[in-house]
């Protein structure tokens, strides 16, 4: 598969370290760096397969909302039995979607699939049996988070469900250090060096801001979702799934 290189991209000491940004560098090393650095990444992405021959219904839509290389879309399109669903991915990085489409062609299957390049804040979300945001959420400034989560809210169809990954802040200042330091030690397992996790910490310092379970439970819960079940956890990274009552 194109893009599955080795992530070497913090490995030489950079004299200012910018921004992270999901630039064609980074496309080309985002399978090694997804694998490595999010623990539990290839559950996650199982998983949301199986939620999906589950979950979705016919004549209605899913979303993969930043659906960086496709991972996710096609775990889902694998396993959907139901007629007449689409899958929409939706990434607003010309690199992704370019190199998305690609990996989305290469396969074939009975769902259709639409890569779009777009602002998951202002595309039109409708008649959906299930929406993911997988790692995707902790990427939008916070004040426009309660927006995004009440509109995936009116445009799931009732009984529907959101997947919603994140990166999550611990709950106390000792438990967040405990995290931190345990998925810093995964991260060096899988062959990270103290210059990389170090100088990988501040790309993402400015653009990635996570938030504690609690407020990502508070904020599902305004905008609708009656059932809010964390499904896993390891370290600080977890992943739930959020149900639209029947009713
Ligand atoms: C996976 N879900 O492999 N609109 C659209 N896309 C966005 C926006 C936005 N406003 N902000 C960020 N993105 C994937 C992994 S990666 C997570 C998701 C990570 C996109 C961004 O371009 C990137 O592709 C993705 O969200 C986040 O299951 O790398 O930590």
Redesign the pocket.
């Known amino acids: 598969m194109q893009g599955s290189n080795t992530d070497l991209i913090y490995s030489n000491p950079h004299s200012q370290v910018k921004d992270f940004t999901?630039d064609a560098q980074v496309v080309e090393v985002?399978p090694d760096?997804?694998s490595r650095?999010?623990p539990g990444?290839n559950t996650?992405?199982d998983t949301i397969g199986r939620l999906s021959l589950r979950y979705a219904k016919p004549n209605t839509k899913i979303y993969?909302?930043?659906?960086?290389?496709?991972?996710?879309t096609l775990a889902m399109r694998r396993a959907i039995t139901e007629d007449h669903v689409e899958i929409i991915g939706?990434?607003?990085?010309d690199a992704?979607v370019e190199r998305c489409k690609m990996h989305v062609s290469a396969f074939k299957g009975k769902t259709p699939v639409t890569i779009v390049k777009?602002?998951?804040?202002i595309i039109e979300i409708e008649n959906a049996s299930i929406v993911?945001?997988?790692?995707?959420l902790?990427?939008?400034e916070k004040e426009k988070r309660q927006a995004l989560m009440d509109k995936v809210f009116r445009g799931l169809v009732p009984g529907g469900i959101l997947v919603l990954?994140e990166?999550i802040t611990g709950q106390s200042e000792t438990a967040n250090e405990l995290l931190i330091d345990l998925h810093h030690d995964f991260k060096r397992a899988n062959g990270y060096s103290e210059l990389e996790i170090a100088q990988k910490r501040t790309a993402l310092e400015n653009v990635?801001r996570p938030d504690t379970l609690a407020e990502h439970k508070t904020r599902l819960a305004q905008a609708g979702f009656g059932e809010v079940t964390p499904w896993f956890q390891c370290f600080n990274f977890t992943s739930m799934v959020a149900i639209k009552g029947e009713k």
């Open positions: 999901f985002f760096m997804v650095s999010v990444y996650i992405i993969d909302l930043g659906c960086s290389l496709g991972a996710a939706v990434d607003n990085s992704m777009d602002n998951i804040e993911v945001l997988n790692f995707t902790q990427f939008i990954s990166k990635m």
